[in-house]
């Protein structure tokens, strides 16, 4: 194939140069033929065809840039992208970087709407469009605040048909023209027009509404797992029956008040006072002393930026003073690290309580297979206890292991031991 100018050639690429135009830098003509000897795009100006070596630039997306992408992958809280085109922008449509290639996008960025999970709103191969808000460590992106984000196309669950945006069902807005399958996408305007943006559909995404107690026992609340819930399934659609191992789970929950499953005991709710203004209030987790507790109403303030200086000094000192007055009575919790996983609890124990009365001595274990993990938290009703017990068996030995032993991060489990993944 001749190349002619606009053209990208190759080393050894045949060209056209035109009567009355010259071969200039990085063309070689002689009397059989003409073609390039470097890579570039072919530029004829001023009478002279030459080879311009520039090379495009990488088509790495930036804050800001609209992408069109295809879900990937649910995860619990957020969607999984893969990007295919970046809008606005020369060369948007070219591969971007592997380590660009995906980006997330949390449950919390999709609508202004409550969803429990990433799968009540977006399912495995739809089309979406969306805004890159982040970079570092990882692409993030949304599709909030803008009527041209959100789900551009969607195939139907059950039979594969193209879904279309409907109002007929109550909460979902997209349904299938072949089934009955009916279900909720976050639709941008541009929803069934490929790329061009149609009329406002938005009202269809219920912005800011509750769901009704009809949709409510479809969304995805426990664990967001895609077979849990009907509405996140995108595999088995709407009819479908609860796995065995679900339903046992849900039973246990439900016999034993770990609350969770909506047919379980309602959580129990803990009185307190409002760190910031002081009103009673109630919070569904016993508060811990020196944290912040704060009303409904006072964290709207905050989360808005209206709380005063005066306001948070004011809880910088109430903070201070309950931290102050529970170190006393809290006790130290210590974190065991390093723990032999043959080494009992009452192997701790009897280690510990050397150095004062103990608490309460936990050996963390898995879940599934009920074997240790390797660490354990001890704590000492008296502070100076613990200290010393970390002083005394900080890089001992139990059961022919170096056990670490420092005081326990109130936030999990010692962070500042954990090195950063980038």
Same mark, same amino acid.
Not at 323 to 348: C, H, N, P, Q
């Given at each position: 194939?001749?190349?002619?100018?606009?053209?990208?050639?190759?080393?050894?690429?045949?060209?056209?140069?035109?009567?009355?135009?010259?071969?200039?830098?990085?063309?070689?003509?002689?009397?059989?033929?003409?073609?390039?000897?470097? +890579? @570039?795009?072919? !530029?004829? %100006? &001023? =009478?002279?065809?030459?080879?311009?070596?520039?090379?495009?630039?990488?088509? *790495?997306?930036?804050?800001?840039?609209?992408?069109?992408?295809?879900?990937?992958?649910?995860?619990?809280?957020?969607?999984?992208?893969?990007?295919?085109?970046?809008?606005?922008?020369?060369?948007?449509?070219?591969?971007?970087?592997?380590?660009?290639?995906?980006?997330?996008?949390?449950?919390?960025?999709?609508?202004?709407?409550?969803?429990?999970?990433?799968?009540?709103?977006?399912?495995?191969?739809?089309?979406?469009?969306?805004?890159?808000?982040?970079?570092?460590?990882?692409?993030?992106?949304?599709?909030?605040?803008?009527?041209?984000?959100?789900?551009?196309?969607?195939?139907?669950?059950?039979?594969?048909?193209?879904?279309?945006?409907?109002?007929?069902?109550?909460?979902?807005?997209?349904?299938?023209?072949?089934?009955?399958? +009916? @279900?909720?996408? !976050?639709? %941008? &305007? =541009?929803?069934?027009?490929?790329?061009?943006?149609?009329?406002?559909?938005? *009202?269809?995404?219920?912005?800011?509404?509750?769901?009704?107690?009809?949709?409510?026992?479809?969304?995805?609340?426990?664990?967001?797992?895609?077979?849990?819930?009907?509405?996140?399934?995108?595999?088995?659609?709407?009819?479908?029956?609860?796995?065995?191992?679900?339903?046992?789970?849900?039973?246990?929950?439900?016999?034993?008040?770990?609350?969770?499953?909506?047919?379980?005991?309602?959580?129990?709710?803990?009185?307190?006072?409002?760190?910031?203004?002081?009103?009673?209030?109630?919070?569904?987790?016993?508060?811990?002393?020196?944290?912040?507790?704060?009303?409904?109403?006072?964290?709207?303030?905050?989360?808005?930026?209206?709380?005063?200086?005066?306001?948070?000094?004011?809880?910088?000192?109430?903070?201070?003073?309950?931290?102050?007055?529970?170190?006393?009575?809290?006790?130290?919790?210590?974190?065991?690290?390093?723990?032999?996983?043959?080494?009992?609890?009452?192997?701790?124990?009897?280690?510990?309580?050397?150095?004062?009365?103990?608490?309460?001595?936990?050996?963390?274990?898995?879940?599934?297979t009920g074997r240790s993990k390797g660490f354990a938290f001890i704590t000492f009703p008296n502070k100076?206890?613990?200290?010393?017990?970390?002083?005394?068996?900080?890089?001992?030995?139990?059961?022919?292991?170096?056990?670490?032993?420092?005081?326990?991060?109130?936030?999990?489990?010692?962070?500042?031991?954990?090195?950063?993944?980038?």
């Amino acid at each position: 194939m001749t190349a002619a100018a606009g053209d990208f050639v190759t080393p050894g690429s045949s060209v056209i140069v035109p009567d009355g135009v010259e071969a200039g830098d990085g063309i070689h003509s002689d009397a059989s033929s003409t073609m390039a000897v470097v +890579t @570039g795009t072919l !530029v004829q %100006s &001023n =009478g002279t065809m030459s080879v311009d070596p520039s090379r495009p630039s990488v088509n *790495s997306p930036q804050i800001g840039d609209v992408i069109i992408a295809e879900v990937n992958r649910l995860n619990p809280k957020t969607a999984e992208v893969r990007l295919l085109h970046i809008e606005g922008k020369d060369g948007g449509h070219r591969t971007v970087p592997a380590e660009e290639l995906f980006a997330d996008i949390f449950v919390t960025n999709f609508v202004d709407r409550f969803l429990p999970s990433a799968g009540d709103a977006m399912r495995k191969r739809d089309i979406v469009r969306a805004r890159i808000v982040e970079l570092d460590p990882m692409l993030k992106a949304t599709t909030r605040d803008n009527p041209e984000l959100g789900v551009l196309h969607a195939l139907c669950p059950q039979c594969g048909e193209d879904l279309e945006a409907s109002s007929k069902t109550p909460d979902f807005n997209v349904a299938c023209p072949r089934c009955d399958y +009916t @279900g909720y996408r !976050v639709l %941008s &305007n =541009g929803f069934g027009h490929g790329h061009v943006l149609g009329d406002d559909i938005q *009202s269809l995404n219920r912005p800011g509404a509750r769901w009704s107690s009809e949709a409510e026992p479809m969304l995805g609340h426990d664990g967001a797992r895609p077979y849990i819930s009907p509405v996140a399934d995108y595999r088995r659609g709407m009819s479908h029956e609860m796995p065995d191992s679900v339903r046992r789970q849900k039973a246990a929950q439900s016999r034993g008040g770990g609350g969770g499953g909506r047919g379980g005991p309602r959580r129990e709710m803990h009185p307190t006072t409002c760190t910031l203004c002081g009103t009673k209030t109630q919070v569904p987790f016993k508060p811990t002393p020196g944290k912040p507790i704060r009303c409904r109403d006072c964290m709207d303030k905050v989360k808005d930026g209206k709380a005063s200086k005066d306001e948070l000094a004011k809880e910088r000192g109430v903070l201070n003073a309950a931290r102050a007055g529970a170190e006393g009575s809290m006790g130290l919790k210590l974190f065991i690290g390093g723990v032999s996983y043959d080494a009992t609890e009452d192997d701790l124990r009897e280690a510990f309580s050397a150095h004062g009365e103990l608490k309460e001595v936990h050996i963390a274990t898995d879940k599934e297979t009920g074997r240790s993990k390797g660490f354990a938290f001890i704590t000492f009703p008296n502070k100076k206890d613990g200290l010393a017990a970390i002083k005394a068996l900080h890089e001992s030995k139990i059961h022919g292991r170096k056990i670490s032993v420092q005081e326990s991060n109130p936030g999990g489990r010692d962070r500042k031991r954990r090195p950063r993944r980038n």
